[in-house]
T-cell receptor, first 111, second 112 residues
Framework: SQQGEEDPQALSIQEGENATMNCSYK?????LQWYRQNSGRGLVHLIL?????REKHSGRLRVTLDTSKKSSSLLITASRAADTASYFC???????????FGPGTRLSVLP | NAGVTQTPKFQVLKTGQSMTLQCAQD?????MYWYRQDPGMGLRLIYY???????DKGEVPNGYNVSRLNKREFSLRLESAAPSQTSVYFC???????????FGSGTRLTVV
């Protein structure tokens, strides 16, 4: 079974709206990361949040982490068509030796 | 440009054939990884190398072997390809547990 699970599996919004994706995980983590994958491309690292942090911002991205609920959320504000992609959360396990990825959320931003 | 380079980008194999996927990084990272990506499954770790000279199995190592040739290069070998190994393969490197992975652009492999 997956360590991390994103929710929803797919999301369609209009340009300018905000998009929120959630990630739940099962075991204790060192940190949690979010990645973006455009169709047919490799994954691109977006943001990392450590287990002792609760919120982090990067440009239009806002990530929260609730270790008591074992969950994280990624908020993309004022979305653009270029934000259309799949988004994955990854949790660091094995003392950070490697990361386990969830199945992803497919985001479509309609012009 | 700094990053992770994978070759080839596309490959079609017949069942039973062998091949090696090449990966090289120029960021002086200690850790390197091989993942496979299948629809609806996310990425699954095949093998990883925490440092030059070491390799460890991931979640789905059966049917694969790896070699950490030096700090820059980490290759993945399919000794006898099977249709179940049809997938997109990604190599990644990492500079430490509080840094993100840098991924290559992937190898799309089809086994017929």
């Amino acid at each position: 079974s997956q360590q991390g699970e994103e929710d929803p599996q797919a999301l369609s919004i209009q340009e300018g709206e905000n998009a929120t994706m959630n990630c739940s995980y099962k075991t204790s983590i060192n940190n949690l990361q979010w990645y973006r994958q455009n169709s047919g491309r490799g994954l691109v690292h977006l943001i990392l949040i450590r287990s002792n942090e609760r919120e982090k911002h990067s440009g239009r991205l806002r990530v929260t982490l609730d270790t008591s609920k074992k969950s994280s959320s990624l908020l993309i504000t004022a979305s653009r068509a270029a934000d259309t992609a799949s988004y994955f959360c990854a949790t660091a396990v094995n003392y950070g030796q490697n990361f386990v990825f969830g199945p992803g959320t497919r985001l479509s931003v309609l012009p | 440009n700094a990053g992770v380079t994978q070759t080839p980008k596309f490959q079609v194999l017949k069942t039973g054939q062998s091949m090696t996927l090449q990966c090289a990084q120029d960021m002086n990272h200690n850790s390197m990884y091989w993942y496979r990506q299948d629809p609806g499954m996310g990425l699954r770790l095949i093998y990883y190398s925490a440092s030059e000279g070491t390799t460890d199995k991931g979640e789905v190592p059966n049917g694969y072997n790896v070699s950490r040739l030096n700090k820059r290069e980490f290759s993945l070998r399919l000794e006898s390809a099977a249709p179940s190994q049809t997938s997109v393969y990604f190599c990644a490197s990492n500079g430490g547990q509080y840094y993100g992975y840098t991924f290559g652009s992937g190898t799309r492999l089809t086994v017929v």
